[in-house]
């Protein structure tokens, strides 16, 4: 995706949210020179931008540079869903097993903390992102995920959550919300954000450098070494070297199977009149899904789109990652028949925009943030799609553990979590395909009767989810 200038990317084209940002998109400086500062950061998404943004305020005399391949928002900061999320990777029963019951829940409540930290700076620093907590609603559109639903807001309960945290809505009372067509009913959490993912990242940029930190864009980091990040055109030394690039960390060296760069794409819809709405509801701007496994996400936007997403691109073999793999018209008609279905009322419409891109994905599923104090690298991310809240809570760990402060942040179970490395190659490869398979086909056996798919257990299990 490349503009007429001389190779430079159209960046723009990249998702709707790149495309709508009230931002020239034009390029900051690229790093011509070696470099020396305190903290060095590879990544100018959410991650690496929220721990500048932290590490900044805590001591603003901290020599902080972010250098990003590409622009400010350029991945996965610039391409989601839009939902900053109450949802952690790891569930609670994978966490308690790993470190006990009430860390487990602790890690979780730190995540909905993030929600309403993330609209705190948001009013703080001005940034327009159309941040608003409408709260989440998984709706149940067929028998075979009822159960499952229902199953998971009575167990939220045994771990201690209320009703203020996760309840379940009959059809009347969620079809007040959203009215889906055929719903039976649906889990609703409050503890969720639709926001414009675009606004928020190019936003957070410029607070970070309004607090003195240098971002070097079109600077690709080659290699991440103890005290160094090496680029084309020079080394950055740092006492601190920060890996905050999620999905596109299997493109740095020794690290193809570190994380797994799995594919999620989205489309946006044309704005829809005020008839469609007045029909579905959808006035909070909820963020919403349903039950199955495939997943999908949707919100309305603040322009009177629906933009949804959802899984079903395959894992492409070594970790592959290519613009061509953001594009899958299969993946595309899927999504439209699902607005089609959910919503039948919208009559024919138009799909303005398609895109996706790579998420971060851990052999665990278990998201992490820490420093090995030894080598002095510092890094965060696998956030299996549920980054937004995540990342601002990693920035803010990143940023006491650079700072050598303690602090409440630092007794959380994913502070300093390894997970172990994907399989290698062919496996890696087969393995992740014939998941996918799997749940495709449990989506079809559950509607075809009706019942919970076995089979998408087993599926979960060979991915360690």
Same mark, same amino acid.
């Given at each position: 995706?490349?503009?007429?200038?001389?190779g430079?990317?159209?960046?723009?084209?990249?998702?709707?949210w790149?495309?709508?940002?009230?931002?020239?998109?034009?390029l900051?400086?690229?790093?011509d020179?070696?470099?020396?500062?305190?903290?060095?950061? %590879? @990544?100018?998404?959410?991650t @690496?931008?929220?721990?500048?943004?932290?590490?900044?305020?805590?001591?603003?005399?901290?020599? $902080?540079?972010?250098?990003?391949?590409? $622009?400010?928002?350029?991945?996965?900061? @610039?391409?989601n869903?839009?939902?900053?999320?109450?949802?952690?990777?790891?569930?609670?029963?994978?966490?308690?097993?790993?470190?006990?019951?009430?860390?487990?829940?602790?890690?979780?409540?730190?995540?909905?903390?993030?929600?309403d930290?993330?609209?705190r700076?948001?009013?703080?620093?001005g940034?327009?992102?159309h941040?608003?907590k409408?709260?989440?609603?998984?709706?149940?559109?067929?028998?075979?995920?009822?159960?499952? $639903?229902?199953e998971?807001?009575?167990e939220?309960?045994?771990?201690?959550?209320?009703?203020?945290?996760i309840?379940?809505?009959?059809?009347?009372?969620?079809?007040?919300?959203i009215?889906?067509?055929g719903?039976?009913?649906?889990?609703?959490?409050p503890?969720?954000?639709?926001l414009?993912?675009?606004?928020?990242?190019?936003?957070?940029? #410029?607070?970070?450098?309004?607090?003195?930190?240098?971002?070097?864009e079109?600077?690709?980091?080659?290699?991440i070494?103890p005290?160094?990040?090496?680029?084309?055109?020079?080394?950055?030394?740092?006492?601190?070297?920060?890996?905050a690039?999620e999905?596109?960390t299997?493109?740095?060296?020794k690290?193809?199977?570190?994380?797994?760069?799995?594919?999620?794409?989205?489309?946006?819809?044309?704005?829809?009149?005020?008839?469609?709405?007045?029909?579905?509801?959808?006035?909070?701007?909820?963020?919403?899904?349903?039950?199955?496994?495939?997943?999908?996400?949707?919100?309305?936007?603040?322009?009177?789109?629906?933009?949804?997403?959802?899984?079903?691109?395959?894992y492409?073999?070594?970790?592959?990652?290519?613009?061509?793999?953001?594009?899958?018209?299969?993946v595309?008609?899927?999504?439209?028949?699902?607005?089609g279905?959910?919503?039948?009322? $919208?009559?024919?419409?138009e799909?303005?925009?398609?895109?996706?891109?790579?998420?971060?994905v851990?052999?665990d599923?278990?998201?992490?943030? @820490?420093?090995d104090?030894?080598?002095?690298?510092?890094?965060?991310?696998?956030?299996?799609?549920?980054?937004?809240?995540?990342?601002?809570?990693?920035?803010r760990?990143?940023?006491?553990?650079?700072?050598?402060?303690?602090?409440?942040?630092?007794t959380?179970?994913?502070?300093?979590?390894?997970?172990? #490395?994907?399989?290698?190659?062919?496996?890696r490869?087969?393995?992740?395909?014939?998941?996918?398979?799997?749940?495709t086909?449990?989506?079809? %056996?559950?509607?075809?009767?009706?019942?919970?798919?076995?089979?998408?257990?087993? %599926?979960?299990?060979?991915l360690?989810?």
């Amino acid at each position: 995706m490349l503009s007429s200038r001389q190779g430079e990317r159209d960046y723009r084209s990249y998702s709707f949210w790149l495309d709508t940002v009230p931002d020239d998109l034009s390029l900051r400086p690229s790093l011509d020179s070696p470099l020396h500062v305190d903290v060095a950061i %590879a @990544g100018a998404g959410y991650t @690496g931008l929220w721990t500048a943004y932290y590490l900044a305020e805590a001591d603003p005399t901290l020599r $902080i540079a972010v250098l990003e391949r590409e $622009i400010a928002g350029f991945g996965a900061s @610039g391409r989601n869903g839009g939902w900053c999320s109450p949802f952690f990777s790891a569930d609670k029963q994978k966490l308690a097993r790993l470190h006990g019951r009430e860390r487990a829940v602790a890690m979780h409540r730190a995540v909905i903390d993030s929600v309403d930290e993330v609209g705190r700076v948001v009013e703080l620093e001005g940034i327009d992102a159309h941040f608003i907590k409408g709260g989440s609603l998984t709706h149940v559109t067929q028998r075979g995920h009822l159960r499952r $639903i229902q199953e998971d807001v009575e167990e939220q309960y045994e771990w201690g959550f209320t009703e203020d945290d996760i309840r379940w809505l009959d059809a009347g009372a969620a079809g007040e919300r959203i009215r889906v067509e055929g719903s039976l009913g649906a889990a609703f959490t409050p503890h969720c954000a639709a926001l414009h993912p675009a606004r928020l990242v190019r936003g957070l940029a #410029r607070a970070v450098e309004r607090r003195g930190v240098a971002i070097y864009e079109r600077t690709p980091v080659t290699s991440i070494q103890p005290g160094a990040l090496t680029t084309p055109n020079g080394v950055v030394r740092a006492d601190v070297v920060v890996r905050a690039t999620e999905g596109y960390t299997a493109a740095l060296p020794k690290m193809k199977r570190k994380i797994v760069p799995l594919y999620s794409l989205m489309i946006a819809t044309e704005p829809l009149p005020e008839s469609f709405w007045d029909t579905v509801g959808w006035s909070g701007r909820e963020t919403l899904t349903d039950g199955r496994h495939m997943l999908i996400y949707a919100q309305r936007t603040a322009d009177d789109r629906i933009a949804i997403g959802g899984r079903g691109a395959p894992y492409h073999f070594g970790s592959q990652i290519n613009d061509l793999f953001d594009r899958d018209p299969r993946v595309f008609g899927s999504l439209r028949d699902v607005v089609g279905s959910l919503w039948p009322s $919208i009559g024919d419409f138009e799909v303005t925009h398609t895109w996706g891109g790579p998420l971060g994905v851990p052999r665990d599923w278990h998201s992490s943030v @820490g420093l090995d104090n030894d080598t002095g690298i510092a890094w965060a991310g696998g956030y299996v799609g549920d980054g937004v809240s995540t990342s601002n809570l990693a920035g803010r760990t990143l940023a006491e553990l650079i700072g050598g402060r303690g602090g409440d942040l630092l007794t959380l179970p994913w502070v300093g979590h390894r997970s172990r #490395r994907w399989e290698p190659e062919p496996l890696r490869w087969v393995g992740a395909n014939l998941a996918l398979h799997v749940m495709t086909s449990a989506d079809h %056996a559950e509607v075809r009767t009706g019942r919970p798919a076995r089979r998408a257990k087993l %599926a979960k299990r060979l991915l360690g989810m």
